[in-house]
C-alpha cells in the first residue's frame, strides 16, 4: 500500500526547513533535453517562498532557464534527516537594487568588482511545489526501526517522521 502524503499550500513550511540549509543542488534542462546540475548557494528565502540565487548573465544556467524556465532544487541535511525537493520557475534579474539587496562581501569570490559587477545577475526561483521528508535523526529511534520492521515484516514509521507535499 502506498504511503499518504499530507497536501499543504502553506509555503512557510519549506522556508523554514531550507532556511539553515545554504547549498541546493539547482537543475535545469539542456536545450537537448539532458537534466544539468550544480551547487548554488541560497540567499536568505522570502517568507513568500521566493528564491534568489547570484550567478554570471553569461552562464549555462541563465542560458538553460531563458529557454526553458522550469527547475528543480535539491536541499538535504544527511545529520538531521531532512531531505527538500523544490520544483519552480526560474527568471533572471539584473536589477541593481535586488543584487545590492542581496549582496554581501563573501560573493567577491565569485564577483571580484563586487555588486557594480557588469556580468553579476540573480536568479529568481519562484515555488511551483515542494516536497519534504523530515524523520528522526536519532541512531536508537532508527535501530528500534529496523528491528520492529525486521520482527513484525512491516515498515515502521517512527513518530515525528514527516512527509509532505506544499503546493502553494
Known amino acids: 500500500m502506498a504511503e499518504q502524503v499530507a497536501v499543504s499550500h502553506d509555503v512557510t513550511e519549506l522556508v523554514k526547513r ?20 550544480r551547487p548554488m548557494y541560497t540567499q536568505e528565502p522570502e517568507e513568500d517562498g521566493t528564491l534568489w540565487f547570484f550567478t554570471e548573465k553569461d552562464s549555462a544556467k541563465v542560458y538553460e ?8 532544487l535539491g ?16 527568471t ?5 537594487a535586488l543584487i545590492k539587496k542581496y549582496w554581501s562581501e563573501g560573493l567577491k569570490a565569485w564577483f571580484p568588482k563586487g555588486s557594480d559587477d557588469p556580468n553579476i545577475a540573480l536568479l529568481r526561483i519562484d515555488i511551483v511545489r515542494g516536497e519534504y521528508w523530515d524523520q528522526p535523526s536519532n541512531v ?12 513484525t515484516g512491516e515498515r515502521y514509521q517512527p ?3 514527516e512527509h509532505a507535499q506544499v503546493k502553494p
Open 65 to 72: 532557464v531563458k529557454k526553458d524556465q522550469h527547475v528543480n
Open 140 to 151: 536508537l529511534v532508527r535501530a528500534f526501526g529496523y528491528v520492529k520492521a525486521v520482527a
Open 159 to 161: 513518530t515525528g517522521d
Open 75 to 90: 536541499y538535504s541535511k544527511p545529520d538531521d534527516n531532512l531531505y527538500v525537493s523544490i520544483s519552480g520557475t526560474a
Open 18 to 37: 531550507i532556511k539553515d540549509i545554504k547549498i541546493a543542488m539547482l537543475t535545469t534542462a539542456e536545450e537537448s533535453g539532458i537534466l544539468h546540475s
Open 92 to 96: 533572471v534579474s539584473t536589477d541593481p
